[in-house]
């Protein structure tokens, strides 16, 4: 009987112990995690910001000149030109070759502007789309009408870019 008493004891110890571990572990693992996370919806805020203020002076071009900027059908990526290029941002010919200056100071550009983040921007006449990949804010990506569940689309014919 005191055997048995004991051995209860021990395993109560056991799931104790272990349960202390465990909460360490996790807090260890939240606090590892959040920054990056943070860090990510950071960047995917100013995405959400960048093909805004982009979208806005395409359809500004289109009011002036009657069509919107750029070689028709052509897929435009942020990430074309070399990394650290002043030409990323340049308004007057960035990553697409087209003077923005009237509309925007400066192209805006992925923060993290590689293969896999930059922004897209096509046009033909059945209209325009801007793309960005986000990281964090999946439900802006999911739920914007276009056909990449990925991607924030935005523009007049979100089926332009293919997924
Ligand atoms: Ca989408």
């Known amino acids: ?16 112990i272990v349960t202390a571990v465990l909460l360490v572990l996790m807090g260890t ?3 590892l995690i959040s920054p990056a996370s943070s860090k990510g919806k950071a960047r995917d805020n100013k995405r ?9 002076a395409v359809n500004e071009y289109k009011l002036d000149y009657g069509q919107y900027p750029g070689q028709e059908s052509f897929l435009y990526t942020s990430d074309t030109l070399p990394a ?3 030409n990323i941002y340049s308004a007057v010919s ?7 200056s009237d509309y925007i100071p400066k192209y805006p550009a992925d923060p993290v502007n ?29 739920s914007d009408g276009g056909n990449d ?11 332009l870019i293919s997924p």
């Open 48 to 56: 959400l910001s960048d093909v805004s203020t982009l979208d806005r």
């Open 114 to 142: 590689d293969a896999t983040y930059h922004y897209e921007y096509i046009q033909n006449t059945a209209g325009y789309e801007i793309s960005t990949r986000l990281e964090q804010l999946t439900e802006e990506a999911s």
């Open 84 to 86: 650290g290029s002043p």
């Open 149 to 159: 569940p990925a991607k924030y689309e935005l523009g007049i014919n979100l089926l």
């Open 29 to 31: 693992a939240i606090s």
């Open 1 to 16: 009987m005191k055997r048995h008493f004991n051995s209860n004891a021990f395993t109560l110890l056991e799931i104790t």
């Open 94 to 100: 960035g990553w697409i070759p087209v003077d923005l």
